[in-house]
């Protein structure tokens, strides 16, 4: 199983990035694909889901309005568009799949708000 995160970089306030995650290993289109991220001295938190099925979506109330989470089940890819950028979206962002209790995780990539 692998989750690989792209995209993740230096952007200034206001500015946008559009995150990937590119899955292999298991079954992607029956899995709930989540992005969550975790700033310096915080704890990892939920930043978007999409569902499986229907592709429904949930964002943190932090998010909303700024970041659009898809995917593309053939291409067994999520990704995470992030719009309206602020230093406060600082993190290390992680792609996670999950079935049930079942989850994976991938490495992280970085996203840094910075002028």
């Known amino acids: 199983v692998q989750l690989v995160e792209s995209g993740g970089g230096l952007v200034r306030p206001g500015g946008s990035l559009r995150l990937s995650c590119a899955a292999s290993?298991?079954?992607?289109?029956?899995?709930?694909m989540s992005w969550y991220r975790q700033g310096p001295g915080k704890g990892r938190e939920l930043v978007a889901a999409?569902?499986?099925?229907?592709?429904?979506?949930n964002y943190a109330d932090s998010v909303k309005g700024r970041f659009t989470i898809s995917r593309d089940n053939v291409k067994n890819t999520v990704y995470l568009q992030m719009n309206s950028l602020k230093p406060q979206d600082t993190a290390v962002y992680y792609c996670?799949?999950?079935?049930?209790?079942?989850?994976?995780w991938g490495q992280g990539t970085q996203v840094t708000v910075s002028s």
């Open positions: 290993g298991f079954t992607f289109s029956g899995y709930v």
């Open positions: 999409i569902t499986s099925t229907s592709g429904g979506t």
């Open positions: 996670n799949a999950r079935w049930g209790t079942l989850g994976y």
